[in-house]
């Protein structure tokens, strides 16, 4: 009897234990990923990080030049990297799917399309190969660099050595990789859109003491409203604009524009000058790009009538080769003294125009090549209206004042630090209180040949 109920006992104990084991073993631990991410620009290394649902991440991110940033909105990761610097970012990948790892800091021209991805597998092992990259050397077949979560092994197979490549290691270690970045920023263009379609401006941001010029030139006759021997309007007047921006900071610039443009009782030589703040990129967080930006415009090289303006620019990215832009702004004391009816008809001059301004500009910039895009823009303007006075009658007694929205389009195309867009617009004013309006009261379907060029100094 004893003896059987040692046996029982036995049995009883043995299955307790392997009881524990299968749920020890059906229940896999959570568990710790490290991570090490390099940020340079403009790409992520590894450009793919892939971890299992419910695993801890542990990402070590050092940025190899300038302040960088780290965010992953759905995991709430919004981290800044300084310049040649560590930070640990850590979180709960407690969600399968693919998710965009983006730089939420501008760290340059290509800041736009510096991303990763983050691949949150359903369990199991990750797959290695897509967090492994291996790649020949070019000048030597025997050497092979086998690259995964941020390390870098160089594999000499001749001399069959093995050795860690560092990330300050010199250039030629360093060669396929910059290459790499080099062909992608090729094939996606770093600044999908200028600082203005065709008058509608951006909110792009201001580089940190860049010097950069905007020139416009608009015709003055409609190209398809021709007399005898004229050309596309082409041979009619035309006027020239010049404007100059510095940026102070990454954030804050000053912007100073000149129009010669000339009628001498309303407006005549106009000076703007204002500041603009740079408040949100389209990146981690923030669904849109956000700017702000208030001027003063004189006439007279800045020497009366002056107009104050506030405007906001904002734009949103609707797909990865389209842009939307809405540019609202109030300009007070644009008819400032009355000079608008000042230049009318002695009949017509209590003809009620108003004191004041907003306007509505609404634009997109549609890419159908790399670094070409197609440009609209249309600007809707209530309160008091440029356009021209002029009788309704025959008798020249009762006037009106004709006025139409500033509409255009364009093709622009990017070139490093240039830009040229040929526009087709319905106005020859190009100052923030005047280009929201057609100045010669054109219709819409009458437009003025023009181009706008832009330049980056430093």
Do not use: W
């Amino acid at each position: 009897m004893r003896k059987l109920k040692k046996t029982i006992v036995a049995i009883v104990g043995s299955l307790i234990v392997l009881s524990f084991a299968g749920i020890c073993l059906a229940e896999e631990p959570t568990e710790q990923r490290e991570i090490k991410v390099i940020a340079r620009k403009y790409a992520f290394e590894p450009k793919t990080i892939t971890v299992r649902k419910g695993d801890h991440v542990r990402l070590v991110v050092t940025s190899e030049d300038v302040a960088h940033g780290i965010a992953i909105q759905e995991f709430n990761v919004d981290q800044r990297i300084d310049a040649k610097k560590s930070k640990v970012v850590e979180f709960t990948a407690d969600r399968e799917g693919r998710f965009r790892i983006s730089c939420s800091v501008f760290c340059g021209d290509g800041h736009a399309d510096m991303e990763g991805e983050l691949v949150v597998t359903a369990g199991g092992v990750p797959q290695a190969a897509s967090a492994m990259q291996v790649q020949f050397d070019p000048n030597d077949p025997t050497v092979v660099y086998v690259e995964s979560h941020g390390e870098r092994i160089r594999i000499d197979t001749r001399a069959k050595t093995v050795a860690q490549v560092t990330t300050t290691e010199p250039a030629k270690d360093q060669g396929l990789v910059v290459a790499k970045s080099r062909s992608d920023s090729a094939v996606h263009p770093s600044e999908p859109y200028d600082y203005h379609l065709i008058n509608v401006p951006t909110p792009k941001r201001v580089r940190r003491h860049s010097v950069n010029l905007n020139f416009t030139h608009r015709f003055s006759e409609p190209i398809n409203d021709q007399g005898p021997g004229e050309f596309f309007g082409l041979d009619g007047l035309s006027v020239s604009s010049l404007g100059v921006s510095y940026g102070i900071t990454d954030s804050l610039y000053f912007n100073f524009n000149r129009s010669p443009i000339c009628d001498r009782l309303a407006y005549c030589k106009t000076i703007e000058m204002g500041f603009g703040y740079h408040l949100l990129d389209e990146r981690g967080r923030s669904p849109i790009a956000l700017s702000a930006y208030s001027s003063v415009e004189g006439a007279d090289n800045f020497s009366e009538n002056y107009t104050f303006n506030i405007q906001a620019m904002i734009a949103r990215s609707a797909s990865k080769y389209v842009n939307l832009f809405f540019s609202p702004a109030v300009h007070i004391n644009s008819n400032s003294n009355g000079r608008f009816n000042a230049r009318a008809p002695v009949a017509a001059a209590n003809l009620e125009l108003g004191q004041h301004t907003g306007s509505f500009g609404f634009g997109a910039n549609v890419r159908f090549r790399p670094t070409t895009s197609f440009l609209f823009e249309y600007t809707p303007r209530v309160g008091f209206k440029l356009g021209r006075i002029e009788p309704v009658d025959a008798t020249g007694t009762i006037f009106r004042n004709r006025s139409e929205a500033e509409i255009g389009i364009g093709v622009e195309k990017r070139i490093g630090r240039h830009s040229f867009a040929l526009t087709f617009s319905n106005t020859q004013t190009t100052t923030t209180s005047r280009y929201n309006s057609s100045n010669q009261a054109l219709e819409p379907s009458k437009f003025i040949i023009g181009f706008n060029l832009y330049r980056r100094l430093f």
